[in-house]
């Protein structure tokens, strides 16, 4: 990695958390957004799906922050260079065949002590907050369909049930991992949930 790389990695990841955050959300509205219909229709094709993104990466990540903080640890949102830019990237194009990624940042834990059940539990935060936020979506879309808050409503919910899944998929260094080798029946659980309301 050449030093210009690293200068970039460590500007980045010492962004202040509501910037971090501006800019995660941007990589993973970027899905959604639809260049077509801006000028026609700027609201649904920039403004919700903005906005939909920040209420699916914000309460997430602080999700996980506070579950940390709980424990006594050092917890922020931090955003990566090189996780941003893929994510970006990755979501351009996913946005032509319906693939949506989040690789931009993550919520640093510094513990003095970081055993499996604090992990789990931290980790468990951050794809709750999303199921949660889900539901909400659903019954707002109920309650309001066929109008411009019925779709925002519609947003929220499938941003989020995708945010879930993505994140419960039990490998790498998604939380579904973390949250599997703490307790297999409550990831078990929940990346159904995510999964039915995602794709079902």
Avoid at 18 to 43: E, H, K, M, N, Q
Avoid at 173 to 189: C, E, Q, S, T
Wanted: glycine letters at 8%; aromatic letters at 18%.
């Amino acid at each position: 990695m050449s030093w210009d790389i690293r200068y970039l990695e460590w500007r980045f990841a010492n962004l202040n958390e509501i910037t971090s955050f501006l800019l995660a959300a941007l990589s993973l509205a970027v899905a959604y957004i639809r260049p077509t219909s801006i000028l026609s229709d700027p609201i649904g094709s920039i403004i919700i799906p903005y906005v939909v993104a920040l209420l699916a990466i914000i309460p997430h990540e602080i999700g996980h922050r506070q579950a940390a903080r709980r424990y006594g640890c050092f917890s922020r949102f931090t955003l990566s260079f090189s996780g941003f830019w893929t994510t970006l990237i990755l979501n351009i194009i996913g946005s032509f065949v319906g693939i949506l990624v989040f690789f931009s940042g993550y919520t640093s834990i510094s513990c003095g002590f970081l055993n499996r059940d604090v992990e789990g539990k931290t980790a468990l935060a951050g794809p709750l907050t999303n199921i949660i936020l889900g539901f909400v979506g659903l019954i707002g879309a109920s309650l309001v369909p066929f109008s411009l808050v019925g779709l925002f409503f519609s947003e929220l919910a499938r941003f989020n049930f995708w945010v879930a899944f993505f994140n419960l998929l039990p490998f790498w260094v998604l939380d579904g991992l973390k949250i599997f080798r703490w307790n297999m029946i409550v990831w078990a659980v929940l990346i159904f949930i995510a999964f039915a309301l995602t794709f079902l």
